[in-house]
Nanobody, 116 residues
Framework: QVQLVESGGGLVQPGGSLRLSCAAS????????MGWYRQAPGKQRELVAR???????NYADSVKGRFTIARDLAKLTMFLQMNSLKPEETNVYYC??????????WGQGTKVAVSA
C-alpha cells in the first residue's frame, strides 16, 4: 500500500522559512511527477511546485524565486524549501506523486501558518 507522509509544517513569522519533506512508502511505478500543492479552507487545491521524472520544474507564479522543490527518486522523497513566507500562504500543504497509469497519490497534508 502506498503512503505519503509530509512533515516540516508549523508556525513561522512573515519573511521566515520552512522546509517541508515528504516520504513515500510502498511500490510506485511509472512516476510522471512529484509535487506540492496547497489548499486554503473553501478554496480549490492549487499547484505550488512540481518536478517531473526528467527533472523539469514548474512553480506557481506567486512562489517563483522564493520556493525550491527537490526530490530523491531512489528514496521516494521530496522537499519544498519555502523562503520569504507571506501570511496569505497560510495553508495546508500536500505532497503528490503522479503516475502515468494509476493516477495520483496524496499525502495527508501538513499545516503551514505564517503569522506574527
Amino acid at each position: 500500500q502506498v503512503q505519503l507522509v509530509e512533515s516540516g509544517g508549523g508556525l513561522v513569522q512573515p519573511g521566515g522559512s520552512l522546509r517541508l519533506s515528504c516520504a513515500a512508502s510502498g511500490t510506485i511505478s511509472s512516476i510522471y511527477s512529484m509535487g506540492w500543492y496547497r489548499q486554503a479552507p473553501g478554496k480549490q487545491r492549487e499547484l505550488v511546485a512540481r518536478i517531473t521524472n526528467s527533472g523539469n520544474t514548474n512553480y506557481a507564479d506567486s512562489v517563483k524565486g522564493r520556493f525550491t522543490i527537490a526530490r530523491d527518486l531512489a528514496k521516494l522523497t521530496m522537499f519544498l524549501q519555502m523562503n520569504s513566507l507571506k501570511p496569505e500562504e497560510t495553508n495546508v500543504y500536500y505532497c503528490n506523486i503522479r503516475t502515468k497509469f494509476i493516477g495520483d497519490y496524496w499525502g495527508q497534508g501538513t499545516k503551514v501558518a505564517v503569522s506574527a
